[in-house]
């Protein structure tokens, strides 16, 4: 069974530092994985889809990576800003399986 | 181009009774899913459908139902509401069969008093 963890649970940082948030996942057998935002209440904002063949992904501030082999994918965003500020998920699928499993995100506060 | 919605936003029921949560895909989107989030959680699957057949199937009772018609748009349906039963409901959009690429609605928020 897939288990999906995202640590820390929640980080707060100044303005303007560049930050690391992380999701590993127990079973490599993956298809694709991808990096969502939430903002309080509201649904999910899809930033990064990273292929199983793919080591990273970039857009703009944001570079998501992926190691298959150790379980791990990293969400790097550079220059935080106060509108960064939200609940970052990662969700996993896997071969011939139609679902994604999420981690149950990590609380990101950038403060002013 | 609109993007995935949802319809109701927001509804409060009493235990017991029975909810519809709709769901639009994006134009072009064949396949639909369903989500359940609890607060301080991640979102849990629930159903996946495209062309109007089911693909797949979280581990809920037999109370959540679904289905899709024909212009692609998604029912979710959940009987004997249990105040567990709250939570945030989302629905995806793909224009892959298995799902991949989603693309999530603004979600309904479901309180069961």
């Known amino acids: 069974k897939q288990e999906v963890t995202q640590i820390p649970a929640a980080l707060s940082v100044p303005e303007g530092e560049n930050l690391v948030l992380n999701c590993s996942f127990t079973d490599s057998a993956i298809y694709n994985l991808q990096w969502f935002r939430q903002d309080p209440g509201k649904g999910l904002t899809s930033l990064l889809l990273i292929q199983s063949s793919q080591r990273e992904q970039t857009s703009g501030r944001l570079n998501a990576s992926l190691d298959k082999s150790s379980g791990r994918s990293t969400l790097y965003i550079a220059a935080s800003q106060p509108g960064d500020s939200a609940t970052y998920l990662c969700a996993v699928k896997r071969y011939n399986n139609n679902d994604m499993r999420f981690g149950a995100g990590t609380r990101l506060t950038v403060k002013p | 181009d609109a993007g995935v919605t949802q319809s109701p936003t927001h509804l409060i029921k009493t235990r017991g009774q029975q909810v519809t949560l709709r769901c639009s895909p994006i134009s072009g989107h064949k396949s639909v899913s369903w989500y359940q989030q609890v607060l301080g959680q991640g979102p849990q699957f629930i159903f996946q459908y495209y062309e109007k057949e089911e693909r797949g199937r979280g581990n809920f009772p037999d109370r959540f139902s679904a289905r899709q018609f024909p212009n692609y748009s998604s029912e979710l349906n959940v009987n004997a509401l249990l105040l567990g039963d709250s939570a945030l409901y989302l629905c995806?959009?793909?224009?892959?069969?298995?799902?991949?690429?989603?693309?999530f609605g603004q979600g309904t928020r479901l309180t069961v008093v």
């Open positions: 995806a959009s793909s224009p892959r069969g298995d799902g991949t690429e989603a693309f």
